[in-house]
């Protein structure tokens, strides 16, 4: 488990002091995937520093496992580090050396003896699916299979905590898919506190229980994934699974915006909202995610002019929230638009 | 063209390899002495130096900016001074100003300020997000700099091993001029002071093949040592019988 308290970042001193991390707050259950997502500049690398300690924190404290790592002398650093694996971006392979070479690395720094490092590296190597690429250099291995030695090697001294460090940035969808799946794998094997860092929304989607959102050092948004999902007024939640474009409404008809606020709304909702509405329920569009095995997500729907309220309650009834799309959501929806455009944030 | 023609004095064609192979004996021991001590001292040296440097594993402004000043001393000397210039340091350290073990004195304090700047440049060529791997997985600073920076950058030292070893088979012949010995020597006393061409040419001719051979062995090592290139040179040669019908 990782808790960061009041972790503050700032470098320079005097006028050009530049505050790059301001009085952050979270921790990280076992295992838990806990991502913390941002723009560039956001602070998201100067926090995985401060967290596997290349970097000393200027104030607060980063404490794994209840010890407090930020005040430890240099030496004692090099042994805490040693709890923690992180896992980099993909350029983050010694190209001399081969992919079990790679992920003996730690062993080495740590002395232990050939025979055991080399069997720690064969089941490491099981473990990410690599057994028959021991012996592949980096410039041999796919970007994908770079990263699953990236991160076996993160995981060679047994760490109970795990830093991913813009880890699938740079992949390709199905490289990125196939590491998260790899991690919520590790993460429920071996009960792991995993801290994902990344700029990718999509990814956060696919692979964390709970979310951050850090923007200019401050952690401005943060719940679980499926709470804030399930939240219609959450800009992040909006931003984690964001409309897409849909068929703009028949003449007859207006375009409303519905989200799933509940772990059960059936999933025949919309025949019944046709239903309990006496009018037909026209799909112009939705994007809807299984998550711990309940449906989240958000749809716009055209209905024939009918009694907003009875809408709105009849919604609920289902587990829905119901809204008349308002004029920024059909522009930014109907019209077409880019995949994966973000909403206006409300 | 006078210059050309057979002179009285010159050695006899036959009696050329007794003078220029134990010669060439002389250098290689000269340039062998001076690399091993070279490596020695510039690895490490040059290692320290750039991690010294402000985003180093140690870093130390006021101490990195002292050895490189010194460095780049070293560096700035054309050899011909510099091996004069420290004669008195020479013979505090060999007894002696002539001889291969005067020589190796100068030759070696030249070929360190050269290799350890190859060494800084080659540890910079290293992408540092591996030091941040290394420090990351437990490293020490010494196996930091081993795996992390020497080990990384080691076709890249090669290749810098070999521009100084060439330098160095060039310096030795300057050092002829002091009465090192060695195919400089040969060639300053015979090609030069006796207009002996043939030996001349001889030590040419010996010169060139001696650095055409570090040359060749240098970059073979090179592409031995990238497994980028170690992989391709050794594809290529599985698929030559089969073009050959």
Redesign the interface.
Known sequence: MITVEKLTKVYGNGDSAVTVLDNLDFSVQQAEIFAVVGPSGAGKSTLAQCV?L?ERPTSGSVIVNGENLSQLTEAQL??A??R?G?V??S??L????TAAENIS??L???GVTRADAKKRVGELLERVGLSSHAKH????LSGGQRQRVGIA?AL??KPTVLLADEATSGLDPASTASITALLKELRTDLGLSILFITHEMETVLQVADSVARLDNGHIVESGRVVDLLRDASSPLGRDLNPAKPALPAAPDETTWFVSYTSAHVPSDWVTRLGEALSSPVSLLGASIETIEGAVVGHAQVGLRAANAEAVIRQAQKLGLDARPAAAHDLASTTVAAPAGQKEPVA | MSALHANVNDIPLAGIPALVLPALGETLIMVGIVMAIVVLVGVPLGAIIHNLARDGLFPNPALHSTLSWIVSVGRSLPFLILMVAIIPFTRLITGTNIGIAAAVVPMSVAGIAFFTRIVENSLRSV?P??V?????????SF?IIC??QL??A??SLIGGLTINTIAMIEYSAIAGTIGAGGIGYVAVTYGYQRFDNQVMLATIIILVALVAAVQVIGDALVRL????SA?RVSRRSVRRPVLVP
Request: positive net charge; hydrophobic residues 30%; charged residues 20%.
């Open positions: 596997n290349l090099r042994a580090r040693r923690i992180t980099f971006q350029d983050g010694f190209s001399r050396r690395l730690p080495d720094y740590l250099y980096p410039h041999q090697r060679a001294l | 992408p997000s591996l941040k791997v290394a420090k990351a997985s437990g490293g020490s196996q795996t992390a080990g990384e080691i076709p040592t990238t497994p980028h992989a």
